[in-house]
């Protein structure tokens, strides 16, 4: 499996940003995919999580209402746009998927991260 993803880059405070993030490879319709996000020096933190079902989409508490977690072009795609970023949004932003194989979820999968730095 593999998790390409795109999006990141240098916005000032205030501004939008658009990250996705799709899986290729061994991948399943019946999957939770999610952004974890890491500042220099700061352990990796959960963003925004998505899943297939009927579970609800799971955002971090410092995200709410900021930022929204979708589908982008298919079941194996999300897209994180983010909105009113801030100064302490400046991270990496990795892509982690998994998935079901009909009887068991199998590992993590991460992509390789997007830097997201966001001016004061």
């Known amino acids: 499996v593999q998790l390409a993803e795109s999006g990141g880059g240098l916005v000032q405070t205030g501004g939008s940003l658009r990250l996705t993030c799709a899986a290729s490879g061994s991948t399943s319709s019946h999957n939770a995919m999610s952004w974890y996000r890491q500042a220099p020096g700061k352990q990796r933190e959960l963003v925004a999580a998505?899943?297939?079902?009927?579970?609800?989409?799971h955002y971090a508490d410092f995200v709410k209402g900021r930022f929204t977690l979708a589908r982008d072009n298919g079941p194996n795609t999300m897209a994180l746009q983010m909105n009113d970023l801030k100064p302490e949004d400046t991270a990496v932003y990795y892509c982690?998927?998994?998935?079901?194989?009909?009887?068991?979820?199998?590992?993590?999968?991460w992509g390789q991260g997007t830097q997201v730095t966001v001016s004061s």
């Open positions: 982690k998927a998994t998935f079901w194989d009909g009887a068991y979820w199998g590992p993590d999968y």
């Open positions: 998505i899943s297939s079902g009927s579970r609800p989409t």
